[in-house]
Each structure stands twice: as structure tokens, then as C-alpha cells.
């Protein structure tokens, strides 16, 4: 049984990361492997290993959400383009799934942040259309180095749970 664990384990843990492609969570699938992994075999790996690696998953899922918030903030889009690009971008990644697996995942969420910051940065009065498309261009460059990191994290936490479940 332990031996079937692992391998099925390793098999999640190649495949799941690809699956935020298409607005699935799937750091969050490995870290539920893993616990259950856990439970059956739990002479494959220590607790801590699991504690670290559901870490690194909220840690990517806390970025996912912040980080176009932050870029759009930080080009002066305020608190209300921050909310405009997470929204923008949750509806344009599911949206864009719907349309295109994976290409459409990317652009809709891209697209998504970037008009979802632009509408909500242009409703100040003081915006005037140039300031509306700097944060959205930058609410749509955090939404896509939101997704590098998760990807990031997707690989290293695949290549925790697989060398934790083989290497004693």
C-alpha cells in the first residue's frame, strides 16, 4: 500500500501543477494528496514536511489574490482599482476558460485585472484616461507574475512531496 501511495502521489504531483491553467487548484490538489498520503503511509514523510508545503500553497494563493491589487495600487490606482483588478481578473480567468482552455485562462485573467483597474481607476475624478491605462497595465503585469509565482510554487512543492514520499 505504501508503495502505491507514493507512486500515486508522484503522478498528482507532475500533473496537478498545470491545472491553475485552468482556474483549478491544483497546489491545493497536491498538498490534499499528500495528506492523505499521510494517513495511509505516514512513514513516507514527517509532518513537517506537509505543514511547509500547505504553507507555500496558502503563501501562492495570498499572492494570486494581492499582488495585481498591489501593482494596480502602487501605480496610483487607489483601493478601489485594487478591488476592480481582483475582480476583474477571478471573472476574466473564468470567462476566458470557458472560451479557450489555458490561452484564454491567461488572457482573461491578463484582460480581466487590467479593465477591471482601468473602469475602477477611471470613476475618480481626478483620473484622466492615461492614469486609467497605467494601472491597468500594471494590475494585468502583477495578475501574470501572480501566476509565475504560483506556477513556482507549484513546482516546488511537486518536488517536495515526490522527493520527501521516495528519498528515506
Known amino acids: 500500500m505504501s508503495l502505491t501511495a507514493a507512486i500515486?502521489?508522484?503522478?498528482?504531483?507532475?500533473?496537478?501543477?498545470?491545472?491553475?491553467?485552468?482556474?483549478?487548484?491544483?497546489?491545493?490538489?497536491?498538498?490534499?494528496?499528500?495528506?492523505?498520503?499521510?494517513?495511509?503511509?505516514?512513514?513516507r514523510f514527517s509532518i513537517w514536511t506537509l505543514i511547509a508545503v500547505t504553507v507555500l500553497s496558502l503563501g501562492s494563493d495570498l499572492?494570486?489574490?494581492?499582488?495585481?491589487?498591489?501593482?494596480?495600487?502602487?501605480?496610483?490606482?487607489?483601493?478601489?482599482?485594487?478591488?476592480?483588478?481582483?475582480?476583474g481578473a477571478i471573472v476574466g480567468a473564468i470567462v476566458g476558460t470557458g472560451v479557450m482552455p489555458i490561452v484564454g485562462t491567461l488572457l482573461g485573467g491578463c484582460l480581466g485585472a487590467g479593465l477591471g483597474a482601468s473602469i475602477a481607476a477611471s470613476t475618480r475624478q481626478e483620473a484622466t484616461w492615461r492614469d486609467s491605462a497605467r494601472v491597468g497595465r500594471s494590475a494585468s503585469?502583477?495578475?501574470?507574475?501572480?501566476?509565475?509565482?504560483?506556477?513556482?510554487?507549484?513546482?516546488?512543492?511537486?518536488?517536495?512531496?515526490?522527493?520527501?514520499?521516495?528519498?528515506?
Open 8 to 43: 500515486s502521489l508522484t503522478i498528482v504531483c507532475l500533473l496537478a501543477p498545470f491545472l491553475v491553467l485552468f482556474t483549478i487548484p491544483g497546489l491545493w490538489v497536491m498538498v490534499g494528496c499528500g495528506w492523505v498520503v499521510y494517513l495511509i503511509a505516514p512513514e
Open 63 to 87: 499572492a494570486d489574490l494581492g499582488l495585481s491589487a498591489a501593482f494596480a495600487g502602487r501605480a496610483g490606482g487607489g483601493k478601489r482599482a485594487a478591488l476592480g483588478a481582483v475582480l
Open 141 to 168: 503585469l502583477g495578475w501574470l507574475t501572480a501566476i509565475g509565482m504560483k506556477l513556482t510554487l507549484g513546482a516546488m512543492i511537486a518536488a517536495t512531496l515526490i522527493s520527501a514520499v521516495w528519498i528515506p
